[in-house]
């Protein structure tokens, strides 16, 4: 069998489909898939209409000669790749990370609501609807839809998609060597809190300024690293300037090498997102035995599980974050016997058993055609 795999980004890009476009391109011809990627950075410096038309004649070459087409996102890439692989003739598959529609009305079109709400609600900006309009069409003219978490099934579901269409397979991350903590993050007192993520509403990584904020406040010399760069990184910079002074760092985007390597020099690593489909980040601290604090939303409790591999905190609670926040940095103990179970935790999320799910979704496929 051979697969056409569309994907936004690819390595040295970082972000969860750069990682997943490799780990498919490596591991999926050992189970008898042959692989063809298509670059979306390939096109990505034309202009906006002519970048995604290029992109579709590209999919289109490559999809003749293969038997199925997957897209690794449901509107960037995933309107081309729909658009050519029903114009060839083949089988279209999807991955979905989340819901792209909300994600640009949160940044860009004032959408407040969290995604349950979201996605459950008549939206009153034109552009959300067209993006809305262009997801749903995307999934429902694919054969399957493959998912990170059982929470993006439902919320996929909650698009008008029939649940048997919905296949859940877990990511998997495969660690590099870590590489070099930047010396400014280098220099920072301990106890270090990280944070690593792009500077988004949802990420709320104000609430972590807050929480370190306060325990300065309580008596302790906490620090801070935000890895990560985004639309919120001035405001960002502005509020730790107002509320810590000193002592923090924003390293901005750093490679996934260096960004593991300061995850790794956490005393505590903390996620206060409201909305997580499934998030790499929180597999790859389990993996590095970090000790982790992060929000009870989304995917991150099919990840976590409070008290024995990390802290769950309801989101946009304050005091609660801050409270474990306290009692990680104060208890050694804890911080031990966390990393040791975050390890074994870890095993789940292996690339053996992605790779049997995925190979397992797309054979299926293939006979089906036969």
Do not use: C
């Not at 859940?168 to 903590?181: K, R, S, W």
């Not at 990420?203 to 935000?226: F, M, N, P, Y």
């Amino acid at each position: 069998m051979k697969i056409v795999i569309a994907t936004p980004l690819y390595p040295p890009e970082i972000g969860g489909p750069a990682t997943y476009a490799k780990l498919l391109e490596e591991g999926l011809p050992g189970k008898g898939i042959d692989v063809e990627l298509v670059k979306f950075s390939e096109v990505r410096h034309l202009p906006k209409i002519i970048r995604h038309y290029a992109y579709y004649r590209r999919i289109l070459k490559a999809a003749r000669s293969a038997d199925a087409v997957l897209a690794l996102d449901p509107v960037s890439v995933g309107l081309p790749a729909m658009k050519a692989a029903q114009s060839a003739g083949k089988p279209f598959v999807v991955k979905i990370v989340g819901d792209y529609a909300w994600e640009q009305g949160q940044q860009r079109f004032g959408v407040s609501q969290m995604l349950d709400e979201f996605v459950r609600t008549k939206q009153t900006s034109l552009f959300v609807r067209i993006l809305q309009k262009i997801q749903t069409r995307v999934a429902r003219s694919s054969m399957r839809i493959i998912v990170p978490s059982e929470y993006l099934k439902n919320i996929v579901a909650a698009w008008g998609i029939p649940n048997e269409k919905i296949e859940v397979i877990y990511n998997a991350v495969i660690l590099e060597a870590p590489g070099t903590v930047p010396p400014t993050a280098a220099a920072l007192s301990r106890p270090l809190v990280v944070s690593v993520g792009r500077l988004v509403p949802w990420k709320h990584v104000d609430g972590i300024i807050d929480a370190v904020a306060r325990l300065r406040r309580e008596g302790g010399q906490t620090s801070l690293t935000i890895v990560g760069d985004g639309p919120e990184k001035s405001r960002l910079a502005a509020h730790a300037e107002k509320k810590l002074g000193s002592d923090y760092i924003f390293t901005g985007a750093l490679s996934h090498a260096d960004t593991l390597a300061v995850m790794k020099s956490a005393d505590a690593f903390v996620l206060n997102s409201s909305y997580e489909g499934l998030s790499h980040l929180l597999i790859e601290a389990l993996t590095l035995g970090v000790p982790i604090i992060a929000t009870r939303v989304g995917g991150n409790t099919e990840v976590l599980t409070d008290g024995e591999d990390g802290l769950l905190v309801p989101v946009g609670d304050a005091s609660a974050l801050s409270d474990a926040l306290t009692r990680m940095i104060s208890d050694g103990e804890l911080r031990a016997r966390l990393a040791v179970r975050a390890r074994e935790s870890a095993n789940r999320f292996s690339v053996e058993a992605m790779l049997a799910r995925t190979s397992d979704v797309l054979e299926a496929l293939g006979h089906r055609m036969s």
